[in-house]
């Protein structure tokens, strides 16, 4: 009668990162191969949603819970990914650059464990619209991402998309001395605030978002097909993994 055996227990080595929003160090691990295949599932899906929850549920094993995922900032969350990711399968990415003079696509290497969020020193969430009145804006979180079905959000590039998250992003008004926290007073009341103002007034909340921080790196790029220089914007999560968006110098 054979006699079971106990295997080793492997332990995975820990890392420390500075949360890109406070500073804040945090101690990680990488993702073990069961919860590599978590996300590799959600992204054969396809499915944002799917993909957020994988993320969120990577990060929180690999934190060992001690991060409140749902009021992080979404470029917190997509820099700790980030950070996870080289670690766990390698500091070198390959995302598709496509040519904007000849269509031709290339990969191009890039160390990941190097991207940085980057910060604009404008970028204020406390707005002043008026003399007596001001906003205070939060930045965009994970659970926002979820409530509106896109691990993507981009202000840019959809007007009712954008709109939904400037109401969802509302943190207080304020009024002289009177403050209404948003929670308090309802989705319904901040959204006839927001649509009281005037042009003037609503692009100053438009700036916040414009100027607010992001994962962002900026490469030169040289095409080996017809040699045209281009520089390569990369911003968000999706764009170091899949395709890059490209600006011609």
Same mark, same amino acid.
């Given at each position: 009668?054979?006699?079971?055996?106990?295997?080793?227990?492997?332990?995975?080595?820990?890392?420390?990162?500075?949360?890109?929003?406070?500073?804040?160090?945090?101690?990680?691990?990488?993702?073990?191969?069961?919860?590599?295949?978590?996300?590799?599932?959600?992204?054969?899906?396809?499915?944002?949603?799917?993909?957020?929850?994988?993320?969120? $549920?990577?990060?929180?094993?690999?934190?060992?819970?001690?991060?409140?995922?749902?009021?992080?900032?979404?470029?917190?969350?997509?820099?700790?990914?980030?950070?996870?990711?080289?670690?766990?399968?390698?500091?070198?990415?390959?995302?598709?650059?496509?040519?904007?003079?000849?269509?031709?696509?290339?990969?191009?290497?890039?160390?990941?464990?190097?991207? $940085?969020?980057?910060?604009?020193?404008?970028?204020?969430?406390?707005?002043?619209?008026?003399?007596?009145?001001?906003?205070?804006?939060?930045?965009?979180?994970?659970?926002?991402?979820?409530?509106?079905?896109?691990?993507?959000?981009?202000?840019?590039?959809?007007?009712?998309?954008?709109?939904?998250?400037?109401?969802?992003?509302?943190?207080?008004?304020?009024?002289?001395? +009177?403050?209404?926290?948003?929670?308090?007073?309802?989705?319904?009341?901040?959204?006839?605030?927001?649509?009281?103002?005037?042009?003037?007034?609503?692009?100053?909340?438009?700036?916040?978002?414009?100027?607010?921080?992001?994962?962002?790196? +900026?490469?030169?790029?040289?095409?080996?097909?017809?040699?045209?220089?281009?520089?390569?914007?990369?911003?968000?999560?999706?764009?170091?993994?899949?395709?890059?968006?490209?600006? +011609?110098?």
């Amino acid at each position: 009668m054979s006699k079971s055996m106990k295997l080793p227990t492997m332990v995975a080595p820990t890392y420390e990162l500075k949360l890109p929003s406070t500073g804040e160090k945090v101690s990680y691990r990488p993702f073990l191969v069961k919860e590599e295949k978590v996300l590799l599932m959600a992204m054969e899906s396809g499915n944002s949603k799917e993909m957020s929850m994988a993320i969120r $549920k990577i990060i929180d094993g690999c934190t060992e819970g001690k991060l409140d995922l749902e009021v992080l900032p979404l470029f917190d969350v997509e820099y700790i990914f980030l950070q996870l990711r080289a670690k766990s399968v390698g500091e070198i990415a390959e995302p598709l650059i496509s040519c904007p003079e000849c269509d031709e696509a290339t990969k191009i290497k890039l160390d990941i464990s190097k991207i $940085k969020v980057s910060k604009e020193k404008e970028n204020d969430p406390k707005i002043q619209l008026t003399e007596e009145i001001g906003i205070i804006m939060k930045y965009p979180q994970l659970i926002i991402s979820d409530e509106l079905e896109t691990s993507d959000i981009n202000v840019d590039s959809d007007s009712e998309l954008a709109f939904d998250v400037i109401i969802k992003c509302v943190d207080k008004i304020w009024q002289g001395d +009177t403050v209404w926290a948003a929670k308090d007073v309802g989705v319904d009341a901040v959204k006839e605030f927001i649509e009281s103002l005037t042009q003037q007034e609503f692009l100053k909340i438009t700036n916040f978002f414009e100027t607010m921080p992001q994962l962002k790196h +900026t490469i030169d790029y040289t095409c080996p097909q017809c040699k045209k220089k281009t520089k390569v914007v990369l911003r968000g999560l999706n764009s170091f993994f899949d395709s890059a968006s490209v600006t +011609t110098l």
